[in-house]
């Protein structure tokens, strides 16, 4: 069987170069840990693959071992995560991983997952970024398609607002606004994505949580493996953690960290995104948006 990579690891970043090809990692990666949701150990292989394959989970732990595409149609639900799906396997919790591949520019990857969920580690994408730096990633041969997009789109619900412009970078913009939590208030951050950005300003952000939001979920098993050990928990005015923040506005980068997983699952594009207030269901939701109109102006 031939090696899919043609050149040694690169540290370009994804969108250097108006033509540049498409990316795999070198060697096979292998993790375990635990499913936030379903509380169970978990193991998760990252494997080099073809040309033009895309970025597919793969549940070796069923018989028949069935192929589930990171992309926008597999979407099968948003509780608080974005699961993907053929309408009977599953495999939950993909954002953070997939954000960490899409920072990385890598294409093709072949997810083994031996569990339904992808391990959450600290709730972060941190363990996801050393797992692609121990793997290595290099260029195939065939080329990648960044698609622009050339008018603006929005998608609004409520106080929930997402927009694209047209950019020759793919920028994120969120604004994070939670008036009843003095200790998350309103922050705001802005981040053009590159590989070495991600790594220092985005990946260790955690997933978090008011703790008056999240009681109930635990109270009725639907968060088995969560800790403080993984996710931020804020319970009246002060965050519960130990340790404390990574940043003073760790919430609103993570958000920008699902918003990248979540649009992850739109093929590489550029366009400045600005979100207000967005989650996982709107994400999706200006997700399969977004894969229209850049489609059709593409095609």
């Known amino acids: ?10 540290n ?18 292998s993790a375990e840990g635990i499913g936030l949701f379903s509380g ?7 494997c080099p693959t073809g040309e033009n394959t895309g970025v597919v989970f793969q549940r070796v732990d069923l018989p028949h071992k069935p192929i589930l ?7 099968q639900g ?19 991983l997939l954000a960490a591949l899409r920072a990385y520019g890598i294409d093709n990857v072949l997810i083994e997952l031996h569990g339904s969920e992808v391990p959450i580690f600290d709730g972060s994408s941190l363990r996801f970024v050393e797992m692609i730096e121990e793997a290595g990633y290099c260029e195939q041969g065939a080329e990648k398609q960044m698609m622009r997009l050339k008018t603006p789109i929005y998608w609004s619900q409520g106080e929930i607002h997402l927009i694209a412009l047209p950019s020759e970078e793919y920028r994120i913009s969120y604004t994070l606004h939670y008036p009843h939590s003095k200790t998350i208030g309103t922050q705001f951050y802005s981040f053009a994505l590159d590989a070495e950005g991600f790594k220092k300003e985005i990946a260790s952000s ?36 130990p340790g404390g923040l990574r940043y003073s506005d760790e919430m609103a980068r993570h958000k920008v960290l699902d918003l990248i997983g ?10 400045h995104v600005i979100a207000v207030r967005s989650g996982h269901g709107s994400n999706n939701a200006f997700a399969e948006k977004l894969l229209n109109q850049i489609t059709m102006e593409n095609s």
Do not use: W
């Open 1 to 10: 069987m031939s090696f899919p990579c043609e050149l040694s690891a690169t």
């Open 69 to 75: 595409p990171a992309r926008s149609e597999y979407v």
């Open 262 to 271: 979540d649009l992850s699952l739109v093929p590489p594009f550029l366009a």
């Open 78 to 96: 948003t509780p608080r995560c974005t699961i993907i799906g053929n309408g009977k396997e599953i495999v939950q919790t993909v954002e953070h």
């Open 12 to 29: 370009d970043s994804q969108v250097a170069p108006k033509k540049i090809r498409q990316r795999t990692l070198q060697r096979c990666v």
């Open 206 to 241: 955690r997933t978090f949580s008011i703790y008056e939001e999240i009681a109930p979920m635990i109270e009725k098993g639907l968060v088995k493996g969560g800790s403080l050990d993984n996710a931020v928990i804020i319970k009246g005015d002060e965050v519960v953690n």
């Open 40 to 46: 169970e150990k978990v193991s998760l292989k990252l």
